[in-house]
């Protein structure tokens, strides 16, 4: 148990589908984040949030939007996803210092995509 | 762009072995971290190096930063089969970027 939670463990969405994930982090951190883990691949950056602000977006398809409402949740709205979107999307917190430095990223369990 | 190797890609070794996987770069990070991920869950955080040269010792694990603060290594003695899973660092740049590597798939066999 890391303190960040997500829901839901496993999806499976139609290309015309519109679906949510969530992630919640009990932690007190101040910065979020969505990474993509595909197979044989590096973990993606997707976006990051400090103090609720988006900070950081990787070029990531408009497909994909976040949401965070407030610092301890994150959503990740999907749209029209593709067959190659299909992933683990990971959620992670960290606690923000002075001069941004971000450092110990603690993830949740991942939300497992399937897009058909 | 910043880029963190890692090697061995795959390692699949007998119970009680010894081992040591590595992580390079050629950029300099403020910091770096270890995580283990298990199959169908998210990566744990085992250790965070930050003075070049440091070494933390994690029960049979031994984590070292290099001198220059580009690359690091782990090693494990007396591996078990719980050792087993995805080993993967992550290198941060005082702020400015937050970079994983590919990983190193273990296996210790029982």
């Known amino acids: 148990e890391t303190g960040v939670t997500q829901t839901p463990r496993h999806l499976v969405m139609g290309m015309t589908n519109k679906k949510s994930l969530k992630c919640e982090q009990h932690?007190?951190?101040?910065?979020m984040y969505w990474y993509k883990q595909s197979a044989k691949k590096p973990l993606e950056l997707m976006f990051v949030?400090?103090?609720?602000?988006?900070?950081e977006n990787n070029s990531v398809p408009s497909r994909f939007s976040p949401e965070c409402p407030n610092s301890s949740h994150l959503f990740l709205h999907l749209h029209t996803l593709q067959p190659e979107d299909s992933a683990l999307y990971l959620c992670?917190?960290?606690?923000?210092?002075?001069?941004?430095?971000?450092?110990?990223?603690?993830f949740g369990p991942g939300t497992r995509l399937t897009v058909l | 762009t910043q880029l963190l190797e890692q090697s061995p890609q795959f390692l699949s070794i007998q119970e009680g072995e010894n081992l040591t996987v590595y992580c390079n770069s050629s950029?300099?990070?403020?910091?770096l971290q270890w995580y283990r991920q298990e199959p169908g869950e998210g990566p744990v955080l085992l250790v965070t190096v930050v003075t070049g040269g440091e070494v933390k010792k994690l029960k049979r694990l031994t984590f070292q930063f290099g001198d220059a603060r580009k690359d690091s290594s782990l090693h494990i003695t007396a591996a078990q089969p719980g050792d087993t899973g995805l080993y993967l660092c992550?290198?941060?740049?005082?702020?400015?970027?937050?970079?994983f590597g590919p990983g190193t798939r273990l296996s210790v066999l029982p």
């Open positions: 950029s300099v990070f403020s910091s």
């Open positions: 932690l007190g951190h101040n910065a």
């Open positions: 992670a917190s960290s606690q923000v210092w002075a001069g941004g430095v971000y450092n110990e990223q603690f």
């Open positions: 949030y400090s103090l609720e602000e988006r900070v």
């Open positions: 992550a290198g941060e740049d005082y702020g400015q970027n937050f970079v």
